[in-house]
């Protein structure tokens, strides 16, 4: 009585695997087995590294395609936005952050010969934000609005306040999500 055990199952296949292949060396079975899953798991690994590829140039393309497919809905906008675009490109890196900064602050008030800043950009100090604040005011990008209120002694308390200008809000939003 012969019984179908696992190891008697394995034995079989291995016989008829020598048989069709038609070799008896150990050895050379071994490297055909290597030989096809190294094919084999080398063409599963292509595949889905092209496959990864694929995605990425789509999602770049699906970015790009957004980007060029919402358009500005008029020329004045237009015109606000390469305005702003060559502003930013002309006055570096730290205007970005300085606008982001103002972005999430609304409004930033420097009162002049005081010592107590409004919240300033990390990394920043009072002097470099005010004056890319004053370039962006030459450039109508932001406003600045100056003020003199009674100090309660001799001298008055005079400064300015800063916020982007209404009618560059969209396009310096644009610019900002841009990540320029």
């Known amino acids: 009585m012969n019984r179908r055990t696992p190891r008697n199952v ?5 016989k008829a695997i020598h048989e069709a292949i038609g070799i008896e060396s150990p050895r050379a079975f071994v490297a ?11 063409c599963a690994g292509w595949l889905i590294d092209r496959g990864y590829r694929v995605k990425l140039k789509e999602q770049a393309a699906r970015i790009t395609t ?5 358009p500005l809905p008029n020329r004045i906008e237009q015109d606000n936005y ?4 060559t502003a930013l490109l002309e006055l570096g890196p730290d ?26 950009p990390q990394g920043m100090d009072a002097k470099h934000t005010r004056t890319i604040l004053d370039a ?6 932001v406003t600045r609005e100056l003020f003199s209120r009674a100090s309660g002694g001799v001298a008055p308390i005079t400064g300015c306040t800063y916020k982007i200008a209404d ?8 610019l900002l999500n841009e990540n320029l």
């Open 136 to 141: 962006c005011a030459e450039r109508n990008l």
């Open 95 to 120: 205007v970005v952050t300085v606008l982001k900064h103002l972005r999430n602050h609304s409004t930033l008030t420097f009162n002049d010969g005081s010592h107590v800043f409004p919240p300033l």
């Open 10 to 14: 394995m034995l079989e296949w291995a």
């Open 32 to 42: 055909v087995f290597a030989i096809l899953g190294f094919f084999l798991f080398g």
């Open 167 to 174: 009618g560059m809000k969209a396009a310096i939003e644009r």
């Open 82 to 85: 390469k305005t702003a675009k």
């Open 66 to 70: 957004q980007a060029v497919s919402d």
